[in-house]
């Protein structure tokens, strides 16, 4: 969002140069700079549509007073980095509730009464507070009324170890990597695969290529597609294991074979490059091109950078526009420079304009003096052309 802003400020203040004798490109200069601005703001708006509702669940949570709607919204979204700072926030929240709830049991009598009470309203979502209660009822001499249901330990074994293995998916997402390590490491030792993945991740950022290595086989020999792409990719570079191109393809096969896009990208790659096997085009286009229909846009990119060196022109641009009208800056600007350069003896700068303006609008610095270039090439009606093709194509209706 900061590069965004930052192009947006750029775009709001941006004088379009061009020729002080020519009052209708000086005029259509000015508009250019004032639609960017204005469909700036209109990117802007689509951009926090998610955010906003987003917010609009969290607020519902936070508006209402149980403890375990939240905890099922963070078991539900925490894998999910688009919601990073909403789910922060909740599990704050989350924890300050369970800190109450300790508090007001910390002075009520230590029976099995009210730890039978605590433990049925409270156990899911706070199972730590509910064990330190019952830590205090066995510490006591009162026996348990034969109407009154004892502890249930296999219970709050379950709960405790679910609200672990949820913390550690949650800390990773949001990258709090220290607390992250403390919360994983016990679910990852228990078995847990994604655990083990995540443990794995971190030993690399800790720079530990050994630890990252044992704990990505661990994962990877349960079938966990992102344990067995990670194993892959240190196979591939050599990074805690010897180098071994063709475990490293076999790995990123057995990633793929589930589906992960990430692993479809890096098997195609792994083809085009010859990695392990004998390098075939057509392996790595039918591998890329799963990852990219799966909205993959590394692999849209990359299937548009093949089929430029194969020399088929028609079949790069097509995958280059799909990237672009997903909304990749870098496509976008790629585009731009497609049609700012000759093509058939002669440039298409209504295109470049369009696309370049969109690169901007979605953060790609770069594309500011292209921009400029274009727009002093461009008469106004070409640019009020221009204009209503960029806010059809920020609201994804593209001609």
């Not at 806010?391 to 001609?399: I, N, P, S, V």
Request: net charge positive; glycine share 8%.
């Amino acid at each position: 969002m900061r590069a965004l802003t930052a192009a947006l400020v750029l775009l709001s203040a941006m004088g379009l140069g061009g020729c002080s004798s020519q009052p209708e490109k000086e005029q259509a200069e000015s508009a250019s700079g004032g639609f960017l601005g204005k469909f700036g703001e209109i990117f802007t708006a689509q951009g926090r549509q998610d955010q906003q509702r987003f917010q609009a669940e969290v607020d519902a949570l936070m508006g209402q007073p149980l403890i375990d709607p939240l905890t099922r919204y963070l078991e539900e979204h925490s894998g999910d980095e688009a919601r990073v700072d909403y789910l922060a926030k909740l599990a704050s929240e989350r924890d300050s509730r369970c800190q109450a709830i300790a508090k007001r049991y910390a002075g009520e009598a230590a029976n099995q009464q009210n730890l039978q009470k605590m433990q049925r309203g409270y156990l899911y979502s706070c199972p730590g507070e509910v064990k330190a209660f019952a830590g205090r009822v066995a510490g006591t001499a009162s026996r348990t009324p034969a109407n009154v249901e004892a502890p249930r330990p296999a219970a709050m074994a379950e709960s405790l170890g679910r609200k672990e293995v949820n913390n550690c998916y949650l800390l990773f997402t949001i990258k709090n990597y220290r607390q992250a390590l403390e919360a994983c490491r016990e679910p990852a030792q228990q078995g847990d695969a994604r655990a083990q993945h995540h443990m794995a991740s971190l030993a690399l950022i800790n720079r530990d290529q050994e630890a990252a290595a044992s704990w990505a086989t661990r994962s990877a020999a349960q079938q966990f597609p992102p344990g067995q792409l990670l194993l892959g990719n240190l196979y591939k570079d050599g990074q805690g294991v010897k180098k071994d191109p063709v475990q490293a393809l076999k790995l990123m096969q057995q990633a793929a074979d589930s589906g992960l896009p990430e692993a479809l990208y890096e098997l195609g790659i792994a083809y085009q490059q010859g990695m392990g096997a004998e390098a075939s085009s057509a392996r790595a286009v039918q591998y890329l091109t799963q990852a990219a229909n799966q909205g993959h846009i590394p692999a849209h990119l990359a299937l548009a950078a093949l089929f430029e060196t194969e020399n088929q022109p028609d079949k790069a641009l097509a995958w280059l526009v799909q990237a672009a009208r997903k909304g990749s800056a870098k496509a976008q600007f790629r585009l731009g420079d497609h049609y700012a350069k000759i093509r058939n003896g002669a440039a298409d700068n209504k295109e470049a304009y369009f696309w370049y303006s969109l690169a901007l609008l979605n953060g790609e610095s770069r594309a500011k003096p292209e921009v400029n270039r274009q727009a002093a090439l461009l008469t106004s009606a070409q640019l009020d052309a221009a204009q209503a093709r960029i806010q059809a194509g920020l609201k994804g209706q593209w001609r």
